[in-house]
């Protein structure tokens, strides 16, 4: 959350991931944020920043193949960041399976993440 977070990332930013398993998150409301957090547990790891106020932001999560949202998140496999500085982990976690997804935190979306399967 910087003083330029204000809007939602430009299509060119969010355009340099294109890996169709990663899905990013403009979360202005901080509804994910709050979610993600509140649903973190062992043995899922701990972050290691990225809170301010209560609130993740710029933290990247890795889940394992078939991972679906229920009642509460699934433990992801890598959730840290800030992203730049995980990028390593986040690339190992990817290609040790070709069905892990990536959830990042910020993309503007309509869609409701409490019901979306994690792919």
């Excluded at 998140?73 to 959730?79: D, G, I, R, W």
Aim: hydrophobic share 40%; glycine share 6%.
């Amino acid at each position: 959350m910087l003083p330029t977070d204000w809007s939602a990332p430009a299509s060119s930013v969010l355009g340099r991931l294109s890996d169709p398993r990663i899905r990013q998150y403009w979360d202005p409301n901080h509804v994910l944020a709050t979610r993600m957090r509140s649903d973190a547990r062992s043995p899922q790891p701990g972050q290691d920043c990225c809170m301010r106020s209560g609130i993740l932001w710029d933290l990247a999560a890795v889940y394992p193949p078939g991972a679906t949202w229920s009642d509460s998140m699934p433990l992801a496999v890598v959730f840290n960041g800030p992203v730049v500085d995980v990028i390593s982990r986040v690339e190992s976690a990817m290609l040790s399976g070709p069905r892990t997804s990536l959830l990042l935190l910020p993309e503007r979306t309509d869609r409701n993440p409490a019901t979306a399967a994690v792919r």
